[in-house]
């Protein structure tokens, strides 16, 4: 009813400004007949039919605003919706288009089942206590799935100890240890400052060669996947941590189990509904 009313309103507005119109006409021409005017022009006629058909149709709308203001809240919440869906559509896009960054790079961690049906990745900070949160909740989503993998990507944006605990993850990798090293990490985050000392104490309470630790940590190879790392975090507005990307969706902050194992039922349902086999 609400939305017939709102298209009778203006119906009724184009039907106002074309009898105001007509009745302009009317009136000017029995005028005529009876007194002498002075002649104007066809087109300053239309000038001024024109000024008081807007000013005809503004009164209507404005009078039907101040009588049904909610329109003015549903517009903007329509607009906002608008907005929103064509940046999902944009995000789900760049996802698309970075799909081989995101799920393809040799150098990327990878935990769970390497040819996982399902692929989830996290962008995390060593120093972010929702990633701290968030760890477990990963652990027991690849504890009780075995066909889903996860993807790392240290992206350190907390300041000098997320850079210095990133690069240390990622040579812990290059040993072989990349996992228990960011384990030990998520553990230790509250009790420990994550200083160049402390890390390579870890390294080696962890079986490590701290020695070549230090090496690799400033190492380019090092240097350079962290900035891509960044540079692919931009490239999709992701700017937080923890981010996960799940399918072509992105999933700021912290999730839970529950969402994590929807989203995974929502994926294979969909490759169910496609006949695919993963």
């Given at each position: 009813?609400?939305?017939?009313?709102?298209?009778?309103?203006?119906?009724?507005?184009?039907?106002?400004?074309?009898?105001?119109?007509t009745?302009?006409?009317?009136?000017?021409?029995?005028?005529?007949?009876?007194?002498?005017?002075?002649?104007?022009?066809?087109?300053?006629?239309?000038?001024?039919?024109?000024?008081?058909?807007?000013?005809?149709?503004?009164?209507?709308?404005?009078?039907y605003?101040?009588n049904?203001?909610?329109?003015?809240?549903?517009?903007?919440?329509?607009?906002?919706?608008?907005?929103?869906?064509?940046?999902?559509?944009?995000?789900?896009?760049?996802?698309?288009?970075?799909?081989?960054?995101?799920?393809?790079?040799?150098?990327?961690?990878?935990?769970?089942?390497?040819?996982?049906?399902?692929?989830?990745?996290?962008?995390?900070?060593?120093?972010?206590?929702?990633?701290?949160?968030?760890?477990?909740?990963?652990?027991?989503?690849?504890?009780?799935?075995?066909?889903?993998?996860?993807?790392?990507?240290?992206?350190?944006?907390?300041?000098?100890?997320?850079?210095?605990?990133?690069?240390?993850?990622?040579?812990?990798q290059?040993?072989?240890?990349?996992?228990?090293?960011?384990?030990?990490?998520?553990?230790?985050?509250?009790?420990?400052?994550?200083?160049?000392?402390n890390?390579?104490?870890?390294?080696?309470?962890?079986?490590?060669?701290?020695?070549?630790?230090?090496?690799?940590?400033?190492?380019?190879?090092?240097?350079?996947?962290?900035?891509?790392?960044?540079?692919?975090?931009s490239?999709?507005?992701?700017?937080?941590?923890p981010?996960?990307?799940?399918?072509?969706?992105?999933?700021?902050?912290?999730?839970?189990?529950?969402?994590?194992?929807?989203?995974?039922?929502?994926?294979?349902?969909?490759?169910?509904?496609?006949g695919?086999?993963?």
């Amino acid at each position: 009813m609400k939305h017939f009313l709102q298209h009778s309103i203006y119906l009724f507005a184009a039907f106002a400004i074309v009898s105001s119109s007509t009745l302009f006409a009317a009136g000017t021409s029995r005028a005529a007949e009876t007194v002498v005017v002075p002649k104007i022009s066809t087109a300053a006629k239309k000038k001024t039919t024109s000024r008081e058909q807007r000013r005809t149709f503004e009164k209507i709308i404005r009078e039907y605003i101040l009588n049904h203001p909610e329109v003015v809240t549903q517009a903007i919440q329509l607009s906002r919706a608008r907005q929103e869906a064509r940046e999902r559509r944009g995000l789900q896009q760049a996802i698309t288009t970075r799909s081989n960054q995101l799920v393809n790079d040799p150098d990327a961690p990878i935990r769970g089942n390497p040819n996982g049906d399902v692929t989830i990745v996290e962008f995390l900070d060593y120093r972010c206590g929702y990633c701290r949160r968030a760890h477990p909740i990963v652990n027991a989503l690849l504890e009780k799935d075995d066909k889903v993998r996860i993807i790392y990507k240290d992206i350190p944006i907390l300041g000098d100890e997320s850079m210095l605990s990133a690069r240390a993850a990622l040579a812990a990798q290059k040993q072989g240890k990349y996992m228990e090293f960011h384990d030990a990490l998520f553990v230790r985050q509250s009790r420990m400052s994550f200083t160049e000392s402390n890390l390579l104490d870890l390294a080696a309470e962890l079986e490590l060669d701290a020695n070549q630790m230090k090496v690799d940590m400033y190492g380019d190879d090092v240097t350079e996947q962290i900035a891509k790392n960044l540079r692919l975090a931009s490239s999709l507005s992701i700017s937080g941590t923890p981010s996960f990307i799940v399918g072509d969706k992105i999933v700021p902050g912290l999730a839970s189990y529950q969402q994590f194992t929807d989203m995974i039922a929502e994926i294979r349902g969909a490759y169910a509904n496609a006949g695919v086999k993963k």
